[in-house]
Nanobody, 121 residues
Framework: QVQLVESGGGLVQAGGSLRLSCAAS????????MGWYRQAPGKQRDLVAS???????NYADSVKGRFSISRDSAKNTVYLQMNSLKPEDTAVYYC???????????????WGQGTQVTVSS
C-alpha cells in the first residue's frame, strides 16, 4: 500500500510564503515523477509544478518565478516553496506521484488527501 501525506498548508496574507511537503511511503520500488496540483472551488484540478527523476522542474506559467519545487529522493519527499502568494493561489493543493509499487508492478498515479492553502488580500 502506498500513501502520500501532505503538510504545510494554511492561511497567509498576500505577499507571504508557505512551504508544502509531501512524503510518499509504503511498498515503493521507484518514483518517476512527483508534483503538485491545485483545485479551486468550481474549477478543475491543474498542474502547479512537477519534477521528473533526474530531470528539470516544470511549472505552470502562473507560478513561475514565485514557486519552487524540490525533491529529496532518499526520503521520497517533494516540497513546494511558495513565495509572493496571491489571493488567486487559494486552492486545495494535492501531491501527486507516478510510481512503481511492489504490489502492482506497474507505473500508477497516486494522490495525497490535499491541503488547503488560503491567501487573504
Amino acid at each position: 500500500q502506498v500513501q502520500l501525506v501532505e503538510s504545510g498548508g494554511g492561511l497567509v496574507q498576500a505577499g507571504g510564503s508557505l512551504r508544502l511537503s509531501c512524503a510518499a511511503s509504503g511498498s515503493i520500488l521507484s518514483i518517476r515523477v512527483m508534483g503538485w496540483y491545485r483545485q479551486a472551488p468550481g474549477k478543475q484540478r491543474d498542474l502547479v509544478a512537477s519534477i521528473i527523476s533526474g530531470g528539470s522542474p516544470n511549472y505552470a506559467d502562473s507560478v513561475k518565478g514565485r514557486f519552487s519545487i524540490s525533491r529529496d529522493s532518499a526520503k521520497n519527499t517533494v516540497y513546494l516553496q511558495m513565495n509572493s502568494l496571491k489571493p488567486e493561489d487559494t486552492a486545495v493543493y494535492y501531491c501527486n506521484a507516478v510510481l512503481l509499487s511492489t504490489r502492482s508492478l506497474r507505473w500508477d498515479d497516486y494522490w495525497g488527501q490535499g491541503t488547503q492553502v488560503t491567501v487573504s488580500s
